[in-house]
């Protein structure tokens, strides 16, 4: 999701400046009320012993300064500070020049006074100033601590230090500076103020509210803390509360851009799209250079599907300010949307150029990835998500839906129930005072399971009610349905043991003990591959509809086939799924079947707009739910469509059904498989490109005109073979991977990467550990073409692989190691190859402190890495846990052959070596050389219990743990990785 606003706290600096006060929106201060008042200031800041000055010319300079007047202060000023030492002309010029907007001549005069008293901490403070109102936080915040090094007490740097530090959000440091600022000195509303702004980035708005009402009692009253107060009150969505401060601070100061950005912010999340897009539209009139406010109109325009116009904000966003992480976020999230996938890609990685530890970036990336079925690079992405943002509900809920589609369900359905946090669909959830259900037995108590989401998840999970009822034979259950299905469920309820409601309830649901949602049922029966309750038909159309509608079609000739070519416009990417009907023209010329269209909507308008009234049959009419449209399907010989509802209607009445679709295909549907465990009457023809369709309905009337060869017989949909016999030798008796067997007790923060070039920085995950030896039984072995071929049928499960085993033995896998004393299940040397696995035989290989102990020459570590491409099958799961270059153990250890980085490991990732030579990098592109291609998808390091303690108690930043990770010893103790087998072209 791309991130939905970019809010920027205003600016504020104290400077050892010509006033007293804070002003709202410049680096340099608003001038004195009077020359007088200037004098008093200017006397506390300059050097008694700088050179006598024409006092006359410098007192018109500065009434011309406080006037406003700043080209004839800049006239007055000038010819005092050119060729001189004078700090009060080359002070005060600078100011001038600044409020000018021409920072780099005011830096220079700035210098000047560094090169007169470089010791003068003013002036550091103030070089920072005006580095910091051009944005330029990291050059300000060094010339803050440089002006606090040379005078602890220079409470105007220590606080320009602390909005420094908020700016670059780095929390943590700008609370400690803050808090020991406002324990030194006395209250002061300046530091209220900037305490309520930091308060709110903390997450703590209530004390935001406080801490700025706070400033505003104690005089402060300026747009910059009305803009603020409202931002806090917004997120305690006090929403009427934050426009009243947003007005409030436009009419301080009418030419304030950012009021009218935040108010139009306002108006945006409250969905009027109109009202912001108008204040979007005077913020600019007021700054065109408001990048932010460019992203955020494109925000507006993309909402009301105004692509293209969309689009040009966020580009315009990106022209002005490069580093706008937001506007690059939500272009992408707007080419994908559009189908430009590569351009998505590239949007998203640019994010993550500017901002490497942002989380949603991370998780916009995955989604390209998820959808291009770049599996291993999305879930490494999602991970990567939530390694920096722990908790972040998208990602979470993203990754649930990458599990489920590669069929690991149990963890699939965990994540899945992340569904009800998201945005837009929390707030639609029912709510009961009754408990939710946890599976446990009901008794004759009584449960209400209650819809969500689609019909089609409906039609499809509606079959766990026979099976509720089957478990809990003593209990009532209510399913409280939708409107368009409720005829048809309450046709079937009887013989599902269960009462429908209808959805609209005047009285409100009838007393209950506990509730749960539909699609939380399969986690709470622990559903996986091998139970799906697939047995059909599980819904039956009304009797006398299916009689009358049996009546009237059964003068069709030939087959009776019924076609859907639109999805519902409610799905976000509905248009990755849905085809216009001249995609079906292919199958219209096949003779001998009669047409039926099941399509409902405006896209059923295209069977006249086609000239095809004629060849299709269109009763959709006069049907007006779910159970219309059964009757008409009871009597069909085969349903062909895309992914819609009525596939699963289809399947769930038991007719064969073929389902035409998309190359990103949804979770149910799994991978490269043409059946569905689901519904056993269902093929699939997939797209086998992104968005290429005719290749699918080609293939499509191939196999129609089979079917219409032979009679009408529908060809049988063979489910992926069963695996074949298992010896106890090789596997023994539970199938569940174990998790990582190395305790990491609290893992370093993982370093995100800077470059496009590399899935995972290579900064710090080296690794490498203690000599461990593989062993197991001796086995002949001659050539690998002599092992079993994977064309004869891929083991389903494949072999798990605990390699190096010694005596760490794990459950389920084949324990291996070169040396029979610790009794492995298999003695193999792993540097001799061929090793005794056939091709494509293993799921799962646990290298657990082995790896860098392999290979005593580059040519045998190069053979036992293409030795693992081989035996392993794609997707293919690789555990590396190894010790840090920088460790003594790896170090002190004179059987570790080489480290194992992550920087090596990318080295065989067939992906980055497209990339590099596109780029005419000089890495070695193993990949390629080697005929073989793996993916990082995931690494963690854990830190040695030093610097462990240290993290855990705070002292110890993100900045200062990178750095002492690449410069010092003994900082990580071991990495972490999993390594992912690619063997499809990608």
């Known amino acids: 999701m791309a991130r939905d606003d970019f809010r920027v706290i205003l600016q504020k600096f104290r400077c050892a400046r010509l006033d007293s006060t804070m002003p ?166 300046d530091f209220f103020s900037l305490n309520g702004e930091l308060l709110r980035a903390e997450g703590r708005p209530h004390e935001a509210v406080e801490a700025l009402n706070a400033a505003i009692a104690m005089g402060v009253d300026n747009s910059d803390v009305y803009v603020n107060l409202g931002l806090a009150q917004e997120d305690l969505s006090l929403y009427d509360a934050a426009f009243d401060n947003f007005t409030r601070a436009g009419s301080i100061d009418p030419g304030d851009a950012a009021a009218c950005f935040y108010l139009g912010n306002l108006h945006r999340g409250q969905g009027r799209l109109d009202e912001a897009a108008e204040c979007y539209r005077k913020a600019l ?59 998505a890609i590239e949007s998203f990685q640019q994010a993550l150029e500017v901002n490497p530890a942002s989380a949603e970036s991370w998780n916009n990336l995955g989604n390209v ?92 999970f509606i079959r766990y009610l026979p099976l509720l009822r089957a478990l809990h034979p003593q209990a009532k259950i209510y399913f409280w349905t939708l409107a368009p299905l409720h005829a048809l469920f309450a046709e079937n309820a009887r013989a599902w043991g269960v009462e429908i409601l209808p959805e609209n309830l005047p009285n409100g649901v009838p007393p209950i003990d506990v509730q749960v949602a539909l699609l939380t049922l399969p986690r709470l029966l622990k559903t996986d591959l091998a139970s799906i309750p697939a047995g059909v038909p599980y819904l039956h159309a009304p009797a006398p509809q299916a009689l009358a509608w049996r009546e009237r079609l059964a003068g069709l000739p030939g087959l009776k086939v019924g076609i859907v070519w639109a999805s519902g416009e409610i799905y976000a990417f509905h248009r990755f799924r849905t085809v216009h009907l001249r995609q079906f023209l292919p199958l219209l010329s096949i003779e001998g079947v009669s047409w039926v269209s099941l399509q409902k909507g405006k896209a059923s308008t295209q069977i006249a707009e086609e000239g095809l009234t004629g060849r299709i049959f269109d009763p959709m009419g006069e049907v007006d739910d779910f159970a219309g449209t059964a009757a008409i399907i009871e009597s069909l010989d085969l349903v062909i469509s895309v992914d819609t509802s009525v596939p699963h209607l289809a399947g769930a009445l038991g007719k064969p059904v073929w389902l035409v679709d998309r190359f990103d295909t949804d979770w149910r549907w799994l991978l490269e498989r043409s059946d569905s465990p689901w519904y056993p009457g269902m093929r699939i023809f997939r797209q086998k490109t992104f968005g290429e369709w005719a290749p699918v309905f080609q293939e499509v009337a191939a196999s129609l005109t089979g079917v219409v060869a032979s009679g009408g017989e529908m060809p049988r949909v063979e489910p992926p073979s069963a695996p074949p016999a298992v010896s106890p030798q090789w596997a023994l008796a539970s199938e569940s991977a174990p998790a990582m067997g190395v305790a990491m007790p609290m893992p370093a923060p ?237």
């Open 24 to 189: 709202a929106h410049s680096g340099i201060p608003a001038p004195p009320s009077s020359v007088a008042a200037h004098q008093r200031v200017w006397n506390k800041t300059m050097n008694p012993g700088s050179a006598a000055i024409d006092a006359s010319i410098l007192t018109q300079a500065v009434e011309q300064f406080v006037a406003g007047n700043l080209l004839r202060a800049e006239e007055l000023c000038s010819p005092l500070a050119e060729g001189t030492d004078n700090e009060h002309a080359i002070y005060l010029l600078a100011q001038i020049k600044s409020r000018l907007g021409r920072t780099e001549s005011a830096l220079d005069l700035m210098q000047r006074l560094l090169d007169i008293d470089p010791m003068q901490s003013r002036y550091h403070n103030d070089s920072g100033a005006i580095l910091a109102a051009q944005g330029r936080w990291a050059e300000a915040e060094a010339a803050y601590r440089m002006a606090t090094a040379l005078d602890s007490h220079n409470d105007d740097a220590r606080f320009n230090l602390a909005l420094a530090l908020l700016r670059t959000k780095r929390l943590g440091e700008a609370r400690s500076e803050l808090d020991r600022l406002m324990r030194d000195t006395a209250p002061n509303a």
């Open 285 to 343: 009139l007021l700054r065109p250079d408001f990048s932010e406010v460019h992203n955020n109109l494109g925000l507006v325009l993309q909402a009301k599907d105004e692509s293209e116009m969309a689009d040009a904000c966020f580009k315009q966003a990106l022209a002005l300010d490069p580093g706008l992480d937001a506007a690059h976020n939500n272009l992408g999230s707007s080419l994908l949307r559009q189908g430009w996938m590569e351009r």
């Open 369 to 460: 990835y998820f959808r291009l079925r770049r599996l291993g690079e999305a879930e490494h992405a999602y991970r990567r998500s939530l390694a920096l943002k722990p908790g972040y509900i998208e990602a979470d809920l993203n990754l649930g839906l990458l599990l489920l589609l590669r069929g690991e369900f149990p963890e699939g359905w965990q994540r899945y129930e992340n569904r009800w946090e998201m945005p837009g669909v929390c707030e639609h959830r029912p709510r009961f005072p009754e408990p939710e259900w946890t599976g446990d037995a009901l008794g004759e108590r009584t449960l209400l399971v209650y819809r969500e989401q689609g019909m089609g998840d409906n039609l499809q």
């Open 750 to 986: 993982p370093v995100a990467p800077v470059s496009a070039v590399a899935a995972v920085s290579d900064v710090v995950a080296v690794a490498a550990v203690p000599a461990v030896s593989t062993a197991g039984m001796a086995r002949t072995v001659t050539t690998p073409a002599m092992a079993p071929s994977s064309a004869a049928g891929l083991p389903s499960p494949g072999l798990k692989l605990n390699l190096g085993c010694g005596n760490r033995k794990l459950e389920g896998f084949v324990n291996v190691d070169r040396v029979a004393v610790c009794a492995p299940d298999q003695v193999v040397d792993l540097e001799k190859t061929p090793w005794p696995w056939a091709n494509d035989s293993v799921e799962y290989i646990r290298l657990i402190h082995v790896l860098e102990h392999l290979g005593q020459t580059t040519e045998t570590f190069l053979g036992i890495i293409k030795e693992m491409w081989r035996v392993c099958r794609d997707g293919a799961r690789i555990d590396i846990v190894v010790p840090h270059p920088r460790s003594d153990e790896y170090l002190g250890d004179p059987t570790h052959v080489r480290p194992v980085t992550l920087s090596m490991l990318d080295l065989f990732n067939l992906r980055l070596n497209r990339e590099w030579a596109a780029m005419r990098a000089p890495n070695t592109p193993l990949g390629q050389i080697l005929g073989v291609d793996f993916e990082v998808e995931f690494f963690e390091h854990a830190l040695d219990p030093e610097w462990q303690a240290r993290r855990q108690a705070g002292t110890l930043s993100d900045t200062e743990l990178r750095a002492a990770i690449r410069q010092l010893n003994n900082v990580v103790a071991q990495t972490s990785i999993v390594w992912r087998v690619y063997k499809r072209p990608r």
